[in-house]
C-alpha cells in the first residue's frame, strides 16, 4: 500500500507563491505517474498538473505559465505555484499512479491540503 505525506499549504496574498510537497512511501511496485487535483468548495476535484515517470507534465490551461510541477525523485512530487489567485483558492490533493506488489495497478489519494489566496 502507499500512504502520502503532504504539506506546504497555507494562505497566501494574491500575487504570491507557495510549494506543495508529497512524499509517498509504503510498499508498491513502482509510481507512474504523480499529479496535484484541487477541488474548490461547491467545486468538483479538478486536474492541475501531473507529471509521468519519464518527466513529461501537463496542467489545466488555468495555471500554465504560473504552476511548475517536477519531482526530485522517484516518490517525491512537488508543485511550486507563483502568481497565485483568489480563484485558486483550494484544497489541493497529491495523487499517485502506481503498481503494486501484485502489478496490478492503482492509485491513492493524499489527505489533502488547503491553499488560500487572498486579494
Known amino acids: 500500500q502507499v500512504q502520502l505525506v503532504e504539506s506546504g499549504g497555507g494562505l497566501v496574498q494574491a500575487g504570491g507563491s507557495l510549494r506543495l510537497s508529497c512524499v509517498a512511501s509504503g510498499i508498491f511496485l513502482s509510481i507512474n505517474a504523480m499529479g496535484w487535483y484541487r477541488q474548490a468548495p461547491g467545486k468538483q476535484r479538478e486536474l492541475v498538473a501531473a507529471i509521468s515517470s519519464g518527466g513529461s507534465a501537463n496542467y489545466a490551461d488555468s495555471v500554465k505559465g504560473r504552476f511548475t510541477i517536477f519531482r526530485a525523485n522517484a516518490k517525491t512530487v512537488y508543485l511550486q505555484m507563483n502568481s497565485l489567485k483568489p480563484e485558486d483558492t483550494a484544497v489541493y490533493y497529491c495523487?499517485?499512479?502506481?503498481?503494486?506488489?501484485?502489478?496490478?495497478?492503482?492509485?491513492?489519494w493524499g489527505q489533502g491540503t488547503q491553499v488560500t489566496v487572498s486579494s
Open positions: 495523487n499517485v499512479d502506481f503498481w503494486t506488489i501484485a502489478a496490478a495497478r492503482s492509485d491513492y
